[in-house]
C-alpha cells in the first residue's frame, strides 16, 4: 500500500514536471509587447534598426502594428496594444486626458517636408513659407494628394491649411485628393500624378519611387514634427504588459535608446533626432 502510493505521488509529480516544462517555452514566448506606432516609424526603417537592438538588451520581443497616428491611438484606446510610439502631441494629450494612457514621453523628432514634381506648377520650387506654397498650390489648383487618414501627418496638413487661411473641407477642389492610405501610399500616388504632397521627411528618405518628384519646401519651423511614446493603462486594459511596455520606454528615452536613434541614417543623412530631455517637447 505504501509503495502504491509512493508510485502515485511519484506519477503526480512527473505530470507536473511535463506540465511545467510544455508551458516554458509559452511563457519565454509571451516575453514580448505589442506598440502600436505610425507608418513614418516603420515605412523609415527606424524599428528596422533600434528593435533588434533593444531585443539584444532585455529579450523582449516588439511586434509593431503600423497605422496613421489617430488609429494608432484607437488600437491603445481597445488595450490591442501596450504601448503607443505617435506624432501628434494634441491628439496624445487628448489620450492622456481620458484616462487611456499613463504618461507622455517625448523621444526624438524630425520634420515635414513638402514633395512636388520638377515641373512645380505652383511655382513654389525651393521656397522655405509652407503657407505661402499652399495657398499658391490652391489658388493654381495644382494636384495635391491628402492621406486623409487621421494621421500625424494628415492631422499636420490640415492644421497647415488653416494656417494658410484655408478651409480645405470648404475649398477643396478636383485638385485635391484624399485616399485614405498611409505615407508610402501617398507618395506613391503623389508619383504616379505629378502631385504635391507633404511627407515626413524619414520616410521621403527611405522612398525609392520617387520618378520626378522632389522636395519642394523645408526649412520652416511650422513643419516641425515631434514623437512621443505612452503606455496604455493597466487600470483601463489589466492584460497590458506594463513591466514590458515601461521597459521599452525606458529603453527609448535612455541614452543607449537616444543614441541608437541617432546613429539611424540612410544615405548619411540622419533621420530622427532623439530630444527625450527637451522641456516641453
Known sequence: MIKRETNRRH??????????????????????????????TQDSGLFGHILPLFKAKTGIDVKVVSQGTGQALDTGRRGDADVVFVHAKSAELKFLSEGFGVKRYPVMYNDFVLIGPKGDPAGIGGTKDIV????????????????GDRSGTHVAELDLWKAAGIDIAKDKGPWYKEIGQGMGAALNTASASNAYVLSDRGTWLSFKNRADLVISVEGDNRLFNQYGVMLVNPEK????????????????????GQKAIAEY?????????????????
Request: overall charge positive.
Open 132 to 147: 505661402a506654397a499652399l495657398k499658391a498650390i490652391k489658388d493654381k489648383g495644382a494636384p495635391f494628394i491628402s492621406r
Open 265 to 281: 541614417k540612410i544615405g548619411g543623412q540622419q533621420l530622427f533626432f532623439p530630444n527625450a530631455s527637451a522641456p516641453g517637447a
Open 237 to 256: 486594459h489589466p492584460h497590458v504588459k506594463k513591466e514590458y511596455g515601461q521597459a521599452f520606454i525606458d529603453w527609448l528615452i535612455s541614452p543607449e
Open 11 to 40: 506519477l503526480i509529480a512527473l505530470a507536473g514536471a511535463a506540465l511545467v516544462a510544455l508551458s516554458a517555452p509559452a511563457f519565454a514566448q509571451d516575453k514580448s509587447i505589442v506598440v502600436s506606432s505610425t507608418t513614418s
